[in-house]
DNA sequence: TTGACATACCACGACAGCCGTGGTACGATA
DNA sequence: TATCGTACCACGGCTGTCGTGGTATGTCAA
């Protein structure tokens, strides 16, 4: 255990996942299953968001505005999926955690020694 | 509210307060009041650890082994207070959140747009 | 002498977000 | 017939933070 390779911190993850998200929204709408292989590459596989951390992330951001969702049948597979698209709410509140970050890491870093 | 100055994330620093803690008794053994004074301190008042997030923090810790206490009665005023050292499985653990520190806000800033 | 403030610590319980388990449903491929 | 990829979600447990409130000592000013 103490020799495993070290993995991405869920505590530093926690509440960025939805701004992972609202990365991914502001360039296009997307679905869930896309979004979620878009992080995996994006990251390099180093991380994969898990389901249902997504889908609670999905409700809880329209709860606030941060998006909007509609159904649409896909054309060649007949698949329902549900698509996201970012709100105006949610583009501010995604600056706001990009501040939030640069601080936050700024703050955090002095209490680290690199290896 | 949006036009707030943008604060510290306590998502982030969620599971990071054990790590600055650590940072801080690497170069002395300390008591809590101590600790929560140097961390503000060092952040340049930029973060303040809550009292209940610092001593939950303690017994973790403790219960963990990544440090180890002892009660002392201070020359001058004659309070009582816990001391805290590291252990070698904190200064490990220290190494360890090092490590996952750096691979995580490498992968967060992937998501980041600077301002 | 009263009150505020700094020091020094802690119990209790609420809360939020992550995540494990398990479920539905469809199409393609072997 | 079975497995895999796609696509989604409900439920409840867990963990760390944090608000509220409490104990106790010493100092300093009004």
Do not use: H
Request: charged share 35%.
């Amino acid at each position: 255990m103490s020799d495993m390779p070290a993995a991405i911190s869920s505590d530093v993850i926690r509440g960025y996942n939805d701004t992972m998200i609202l990365y991914i929204l502001k360039q296009a709408p997307s679905y869930g299953y896309e979004i979620s292989k878009k992080i995996r590459s994006i990251s390099d596989e180093k991380y994969v968001i898990k389901e249902t951390t997504l889908y609670s992330a999905f409700s809880r951001m329209e709860k606030n505005g941060y998006i909007e969702s509609w159904e649409e049948t896909a054309e060649g597979s007949g698949k329902k999926r549900t698509y996201y698209r970012i709100s105006e709410e949610g583009r501010r509140y995604y600056k706001e955690k990009c501040a939030e970050w640069e601080l936050t890491r700024d703050v955090v870093e002095r209490f680290i020694e690199a290896v």
